[in-house]
């Protein structure tokens, strides 16, 4: 059973009850020094301002990736705090005494939990979709948790060039059904009208000129695997109407034919559009929508994810070395590729990628001489900050209903992280770049710990 840290916002008398009640559940309760990123924290509170809840759960948010935060005895948590809770960070939130048996609940949570973090650490993910930003981590969390324990259909949504096909593939390929058919992939954007009937449904043979012998469309090839519809938001009403007849029934004619077959697959579909305002103006019909959308993913862009773009570029290189020695990249190079603007996202990131490594020569670095001359970069003007990148981050902060106390204190830790991260752990470098003493960084980080 994974451990969890344990923090108390609340009596020496609940805590000691509820880390008992743990242990009984075989739950691990880890000393402080053995937290780490990976290791979820129990939050135990009572009578807590929410202000100083909601800082204390930004805090941690930003150095773990699953809270818990649980109500002990006396605190009414109504629903209104239950999903301010979740909107600062909780990955759940419930009332110690409203549950039978709230050990057994947080056991089976970190029993879940740890088996999605062992499939995210492995190479079928690791060395696929690759990428260690926070947004990037949530995202393939409930990828992998709706793939492994649900059989819903799921409605991947995302830019051009994110990499939905990919996510399409991880679902078919962690979906637990044994035996598991194929994968079958649809792209609805080079679908013909006039044969449409017959790449989803199949034909008769002599159904229509031309069809010389009998053929399976996608449904039937389906049956028993996945049904991944690319760009479904391209789809006709007249199919949309026949497609939702078939997810509803699981039955199909072929063209031409007269018997009604089954089949059974899990639907993934994906699309550029915002298909739910294709709904709102009556471009998509609203029970297909519903129908696709059992679990609803948006993949996020490159532009979300920079600290991702180099370990990115460094992938892509050693894909297409043959899985050779790792090529470094030059300081030049490497500010260019995360300062860069990426319109196709991971697409065009590979794109650069394949461009670096045909001119590279040799075993050296990928220097300013491997970049193409249109990428690059013009006479900059005088460096502006704050930038628009940093206008964004502090409106998503607003948009989370972050204060200003909070944004302010915020940007201060990670200004410290990076500094210390830069100056290779010294306190005194660090402090040098802060524009601070050694012994105020100290006493702030001690004050944080």
């Known amino acids: 059973m994974p451990g ?38 129990l939050i135990l509170f009572d009578a807590v301002p929410p202000a100083l809840l909601h800082s204390l759960l930004r805090i941690v948010r930003g150095e773990v990736k699953r809270i818990v935060a649980v109500a002990t005895d006396g605190v009414v948590l109504s629903p209104e705090t239950a999903w301010q809770l979740r909107r600062a960070g909780a ?27 062992a499939k995210i650490r492995s190479p079928l993910i690791r060395d696929h979709l690759v990428g260690q930003s926070p947004g990037w981590i949530r995202f393939l ?53 006039e044969l449409a009937g017959s790449e989803f449904f199949g034909h008769e043979r002599g159904a229509y000129t031309g ?16 049904l991944f ?72 862009p490159l532009r979300d994810r920079r600290e991702d773009v180099i370990p990115l570029i460094r992938h892509f290189l050693r894909e297409m070395a043959s899985g050779a020695q790792d090529i470094d990249l030059d300081d030049s190079v490497r500010e260019l590729l995360v300062r860069r603007d990426y319109p196709g996202n991971v697409r065009d990131l590979r794109q650069l990628a394949a461009r670096l490594s045909r001119r590279h020569a040799g075993t050296g670095p990928i220097t300013a001489g491997d970049v193409p ?15 628009l990148e940093f206008e964004r981050s502090i409106e998503r902060a607003l948009g989370l209903g972050c204060t200003l106390p909070e944004i302010r204190q ?32 100290e006493l702030r980080r001690r004050r944080k710990r």
């Open 229 to 300: 519809l690319d760009e479904v938001g391209e789809l006709p009403p007249p199919l949309q109407a026949q497609i939702l007849r078939v997810i509803q029934e699981q039955t199909f004619k072929r063209v031409g034919g007269n018997r009604w077959e089954r089949t059974e697959f899990r639907l993934v579909c994906a699309t550029n559009r915002d298909l739910a305002g294709q709904v709102q103006a009556g471009t998509f019909r609203h029970d297909l929508y519903h129908r696709l959308a059992g679990w609803v993913c948006r993949v996020p």
């Open 410 to 441: 915020a940007a201060a830790d990670a200004a410290i992280r990076t500094a210390l991260t830069k100056a290779g752990g010294s306190n005194r470098r660090a402090a040098g770049r802060l524009g601070v003493t050694p012994r105020a960084l």
């Open 4 to 41: 969890v840290l344990l923090l108390g916002l609340c009596t020496e008398a609940w805590f000691d009850r509820v880390s008992e009640a743990l242990r009984r559940a075989g739950v691990d309760v880890l000393p402080r020094a053995e937290g780490g990123g990976s290791t979820p924290v």
């Open 141 to 193: 969390q409930e990828v992998v948790e709706v793939a492994l324990f649900t059989d819903l259909p799921v409605l991947i949504l995302g830019e051009s060039g994110t990499g939905k096909e990919l996510v399409a593939r991880l679902i078919h390929t962690l979906d637990p059904r044994a035996p598991k058919g194929e994968l079958i992939i649809l792209d609805c954007t080079t679908v013909v009208p």
């Open 373 to 387: 001359d249109d990428e690059v970069p013009p006479v900059e003007r005088p460096p502006f900050w704050p930038d």
């Open 211 to 226: 069809a010389a012998g009998a053929r399976d469309g996608a449904f039937s090839l389906a049956d028993g695997g996945t």
């Open 91 to 117: 990955s759940d939130v419930f009332a110690w005494e409203r549950l039978a048996d709230p050990a057994a609940h947080v056991a089976a949570r970190l029993a879940r939990w740890d088996t999605v973090e």
